[in-house]
């Protein structure tokens, strides 16, 4: 830590109180201040402070004054205070340090000649962004989880849907804020008159894919609005206008060189520090990186063909300690539509595929499925097929073949033979995705270790300096340090103003990212010198051996007799029988639904999803599993304790097969870990309600459903 005597500085602050119907101005020279005998009418002291780590800037001041302000100023009444550090000197360009609302104001005491003391604290106007809420009810909330109380691309709701976050972040904005949060001040004028917002993104790269998580959002804007921005690839901050206006900020972080040398830049010298203290840490060192794309997909990166980026040097020293973070962003908006409208398709074989039916009639009046030809001409049989559906891939008509021969060709198989070949539309604009977000992904988890590779080189700290205005967060700063002969440069992510007759008027910076020599090394070094993390440097197997070891491991699960057909007992065998009868009835998977309170089974069709189906099943032999009859989830039923866990999640899931009894539940990883859920009915088939089949049985002995099974299964002892 460094002190040094500077002359303290007495400037001039300009107060404006601003009420529904009133302004009031008031003027405090503090160094006329400093030289009179009594302070009736002064500002003693004040702190501002905006910091990039905030929920919002904050203020708190002590006056004396002769008026009652307690009685002419109320919560939410506006202030806005400018520092005018020489008024000899020019007003420099923009003198505002706080634009805010008033949330107290309370008489501290009173002097025998009549002056009143006061404390008055409040915030900027984000305060109107923290205050003002979103959502709706919970009971409604239960019943329209798939389209949301703020629909995508409706004229209730926003346009989410392939909408980048500085987009979303204007709509809200406009949305909420400006249209329905009513603030009312003197002239007529309101809250958008005294708050704006500039968003900018990585608008190029950016598309949302799942408006899910927003859709039902419940929170303040401030929070919404947070989460929309999509840090840390996107700042969201708050600065103040020369007009006087009080602006929200979202741009991108300044990852690369063109944006870092493009930030507003400060520059000063020894001459007016007055106390620093600053210096280098490893609290927030990381050696492995990894972005995910969270979406409707549920693709991870290494699905994508992204590793998590690493540097040798890190890992020698830290290990692995990873970095994760989320950018829902990264996606393509077309290809998640493509994949989702496949998805969604009753008949997952429609497109250039044949029907079930028609591919069986085919065969049938060929004689392709005879026994002898199938055994001996299995060529001219996959000429016919081929010739017939040019479309289908080699490995489908294989595996027809294949099925054929063991007499097990039927149409869950075939719809099997689909997902797993890659034949169906969801599987091709699954593939279309993953080349599109491959080169986007990989580019932003570049960007991730980038920006935190070198933090454990990096000084941050306080530097405390002669009070002025012109500082503002998310800037460049230059330190001129005649002491250690070099220039600092630094990263400033807060800005705190002080003003007291002790100390005088000061400002502290507190920067981070810190280098000397004018930051000369900080796009070489450890910068863009990542490599793809692929394990094994620590003794352990390498990720591609891992995913050897684990693939062979699935593979064992194609072995019939492996699959444990042990029966259960009492209301875990009556809801698997009240199960497999509601195969036959007709039925509709609805997102949300069976959460009204009322048994789903009585109507017809029967509107449900996976976890409600499950539920209401046991609660049909008076059991009601935990969450009740309008609150069950996959996560809610797993969190039952009358449940006995028979294999966790994660655990090997050939492990998990052979210990299955009839009645016994099995989770899956869909959209989400534990996302869905069945009744297992043995012979390595459960019955659940699919998205798109309904209520059905279906096969988990291999493809999509073995593909995500996760291991974890329970049983219910009652």
Known sequence: MTVSTVVRRFPTFELELITE?????????????????????????????NSMADDSPVFSLVITAKEKWDKLI???DLIRIKAIPDTTKEVPDNPYIMVGLISDIHKEGEYGDGSLLYRITGQAMTKALMNFDVGVIQEVATIIPEIGWLPDGTENGLHFTGNTAAGIGTE???RFIYKYAKYSFANGKGLKDYLIHNFTSWEKDEQLTDPTPFINYEGSLRQFLEDVAAKPFNELFFEYTSNGECAVIMRPTPFDPDKWYQLPT??????????????????EVYSVFVVQTPNILDFNSMDLGVYPKFHPELIKKYGYKRLDAQNRYLQSADAVDNATDATSAEDPTSGQLPSYEDLVTFITNNKLNDPETLRTQKNDVYAAIK??????????VNGIIDELKSKTFTRDSYNTLIQSSGDSKKTKAINKEKSVAYEKLNRFTQRLYNWYCENANFYSGDIRVLGHPAY????????????????????LESVQHEFSFTNGYTTILGVTRGLPEGGAKRFTNLWGQSQDFKGGYLGEKSLEDLVASAKAAQSDATVETSWGNGGGSGVALQALATAQSLTSQRSIYTFGGGRSGKNPFYSSPIRCDCSSFVWWCYYVHGVGLNGGKTGMTTDTIAQDSRLTLVSSRGSSKVQARSLLQKGDLVWFDTYKADGHIG??????????????????EANMTSGYWWDHFNGHVARYTG
């Open 172 to 174: 809200l904005m406009e």
């Open 472 to 491: 503002r967060i998310g800037s460049r700063i230059l330190y001129d340090d005649f002491e250690q002969d070099t220039t600092w440069e630094f990263y």
């Open 266 to 283: 400060y520059r000063f010298t020894s001459d007016i520090v007055v106390q620093e203290s600053y210096g280098k840490n490893d609290n």
């Open 74 to 76: 109320n919560s939410n």
């Open 387 to 396: 010739t017939e559906y040019p479309d289908m891939s080699k490995s489908l």
């Open 21 to 49: 119907n009133t302004s009031y101005e008031l003027t405090y020279d503090t160094y006329k201040q400093l030289k009179e005998s009594d302070f009736e009418e002064a500002l003693l002291s004040f702190s501002v402070k």
């Open 679 to 696: 009744i297992y009915a043995g012979n390595g088939k459960f019955i659940g309600c699919q998205s798109s089949t309904g209520i059905s």
